[in-house]
């Protein structure tokens, strides 16, 4: 019993030692990836700049007077040594090491682009945004419509803004209104049919 116990104890840690392996490889290379595209969207964002995640880990130390089952437990949570993600956003003109350093509207931009990244390599079925783009100027709202257009065509976007220029890209647009009787009533409006109807008119 004791044989067939030990031979357990070693499978499992073999077992656990690949699997550690395997989510760090697929880990890491998601994060690269994510990293890639987070540079893509932070330079179109911003119109230039440099925008960048790591990944920060933790030393682990090991000592000699651990006992058997401390043993294992740290072979179980080897894998899982990721304390965090640094993000690093420099915008055109600025040097800054501390994201608190950041306007709104430059926050608001570097974490529609980490998004933006995070959304691209891993498609959604639906994404609901509220109010992210309500710090940007025209300008920079113009340019986050157009990244959420291009992604559309993997992920649906439900958009709730006011924003004139996001309003402008959007395929159906529903809205809340009050009348006379106090009472709240939705209207949709789609945008495609309306414009064929103007153009039948």
Known sequence: QVID???????????ITELNGIIREQFDAAIGKIDSAFKEYFGR???GGTG????VRRETEESEAQGEEQNVRNEWEQGD???GVEIYATPPDK?????SALSGGEKAMTAIALMCAIISNNPSPFVVLDEV???LDDSNAHRFALIVSELSSQTQFILITHNRVTIHTAQVLYGVTMGDD???KVLSLDIERAGAIVRQS
Not at 5 to 15: C, F, I, K, P, T
Not at 52 to 55: A, K, L, N, P, T
């Open 182 to 184: 106090g009472i709240s």
């Open 45 to 47: 964002l911003f119109s």
């Open 5 to 15: 116990l030990d031979s357990a104890l070693a499978s499992l840690r073999q077992g």
């Open 133 to 135: 783009d309500a710090a």
């Open 81 to 83: 040594d990721v304390v």
């Open 52 to 55: 960048r995640i790591s990944v």
């Open 95 to 99: 040097r800054l090491k501390n994201l």
